[in-house]
């Protein structure tokens, strides 16, 4: 769907798993903030919970263009669920937003698109902004399931939501055998799930909002690949794992080439 007018900024998010150590996230905002100023793309970055606070206050204190966030959250503001943690607690240490319903929360931790959806409902509630990726595995590519089970995931996870959650709320396409596997999928193949993601919505939402979402695209994302896929009129920036990682590597992929 091309933009029709529709300016969407694009938005660089590096999602940090489970590396980095208080110290060395400090280290990364320090290094990182300097070559950023002038940048026009949005940089997110998801650190790990410990590093949330910490981050957020360097953050402020250098005044950097960088919005902090975690990687996941509970549906509940409160309660006996041990070791996890509340969308209240992750704002009062300065998250901005949320990523919910990455693949590895998915397949490893056995969530839900029902349980993704009420999670996506409580960072809304507590305007957090929620982050949600959708993506197929190689098997259901092979299968030529790839469309069917992206409008499953976003029916699943967003389907009992007015338009109003899309003011906020960024998709981010992440098919699961291109993440950490260094199997970047073509421009092309990211482009036709971009826009098949942007029909259901316009079907379901209309096409106002269709169009202004950020849909992010994520899976092995490396300086050398972002400008090709930034290429593409429905590829609005990226989730970044593994090269986020590194502030040369993901300041080069903030600085590839902006879509005009
Ligand atoms: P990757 O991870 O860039 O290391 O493939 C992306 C992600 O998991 O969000």
Redesign the pocket.
Known sequence: MPKENVFRPTVVVG?W?MYKTVEEALHFVETLTPLIQESQVLVYIAVPFTALGPVSKKVQELSAPIKVGAQNMHDASFGAFTGEIAAPMLKELGAQFV?LG???RRRIFGETDAFIQKKVEKAFQEKLQPLV?IGETLEEREQGRTEEVLNQQIEGCLGNFSDKIFDTLIL?Y?PVW????GKVAKPEEAESAHSFCREIIAKKWGEDKANRISILY????KPDNASLLLEEPDIDGF??????LDVESFNQIVHAKIKV
């Open positions: 999602n798993k990523i990455h693949s590895e990726c981010a992440e291109a993440i950490g596997t994520g899976g092995s994302v989730l970044v794992g593994g090269a986020s």
